[in-house]
């Protein structure tokens, strides 16, 4: 039996930061998001209060799927929504977070131009957490 854990990676848009409730920005987007919090919540009892609110949308992939699965993913699930998303990111910023977790390799990242294109669209900047756990085999 092997410990050999495989890749895996995320994505979600996240608007953070507004002074209306989660309520108002999913009436707004007219999407449920997939997580969300406001602005001096808890979520644990020595937990200092939450600063901002967030409303998040994650890609709903396979966790091994690729960082570009992900994306066209989400990309799918706001269709239709871009200019609501491109005011929203206008009033409050809207950025498109991506995951990925490498066990074993890191095998790059390629963005084709229709990606680019449709997140400029929305307005979302873009952010890429990658973490790397694999030991180095010549040690």
Not at 23 to 28: G, L, N, S
Not at 49 to 68: C, F, G, N, Q, V
Not at 127 to 138: C, G, I, K, R, V
Request: glycine share 6%; net charge negative; proline share 2%.
């Amino acid at each position: 039996m092997s410990d050999r854990k495989e890749n895996t990676s995320y994505a979600y848009f996240r608007i953070v930061e507004f002074d209306c409730s989660v309520e108002d920005i999913t009436k707004r987007v007219g999407i449920e998001p997939t997580g969300s919090y406001s602005q001096g919540e808890k979520l644990h009892p020595k937990q200092a209060p939450r600063k901002y609110s967030a409303w998040h949308l994650k890609s709903k992939s396979s966790s091994t799927a690729d960082i570009e699965t992900h994306i066209l993913e989400l990309l799918e699930q706001v269709k239709g929504k871009e200019f609501i998303l491109k005011t929203l990111a206008e009033e409050f910023g809207l950025q498109l977070t991506c995951v990925g977790h490498f066990h074993e390799s890191n095998l790059g990242l390629s963005l084709s131009e229709e990606i680019i294109s449709r997140v400029a669209e929305c307005g979302a900047s873009m952010d890429f957490d990658f973490y790397h756990y694999w030991a180095d085999a010549s040690a």
